[in-house]
């Protein structure tokens, strides 16, 4: 994606994470994150047919690392590197259980935060159409998601 693009998109994305969900839109959110997980995080994409389907399932990956993965652990660090510097003005001595202790956990705090905030962007990056395999799978996940907002499309 272009910067223009990638900007558009986050601040959209920020936006509507900000806003809240309803109770729809977190169902449908739920739905879209299954599919992501099953057919993007939790598989290896080099094993669809076509290389369309190889091609985006790699982009969307790549796309989940950045955007859930790396974000999550980064901010797991940073909020490590707070309590870090709390206990040592607290004991004046340098401590590295913070880091042990609080970095997994802000880490597991925050990757489904990143995932619910970014899972629209990757399941729309999934619309190959209804001649692959990806795209067929989509298109069932999108009808169902469509049923359960009322809409005849996002």
């Not at 913070?98 to 729309?124: G, S, T």
């Not at 359960?148 to 996002?154: G, K, P, S, T, Y």
Request: aromatic residues 18%; charged residues 30%; proline residues 2%.
């Amino acid at each position: 994606m272009s910067r223009a693009i990638r900007r558009y998109v986050n601040s959209k994305e920020e936006m509507e994470y900000n806003r809240g969900y309803s109770a729809e839109e977190m169902q449908a959110a739920k739905l879209r994150k299954a599919f992501v997980q099953k057919y993007i995080a939790d598989f290896d994409t080099n094993f669809y047919k076509t290389q369309e389907e190889r091609d985006w399932g790699y982009v969307v990956r790549r796309e989940y690392r950045y955007d859930v993965t790396y974000t999550s652990l980064v901010d797991g660090w940073a909020c490590a590197a707070v309590v870090s510097m709390a206990r040592m003005f607290q004991t004046k001595r340098f401590s590295w259980a913070p880091y042990f202790v609080v970095w997994p956990i802000a880490y597991l705090y925050f990757q489904p935060i990143q995932f619910l905030k970014h899972n629209k962007k990757y399941f729309d990056m999934c619309n190959l159409g209804e001649t692959f395999y990806l795209g067929r799978e989509r298109n069932k996940v999108l009808a169902e998601c469509n049923k359960i907002l009322d809409r005849e499309d996002f």
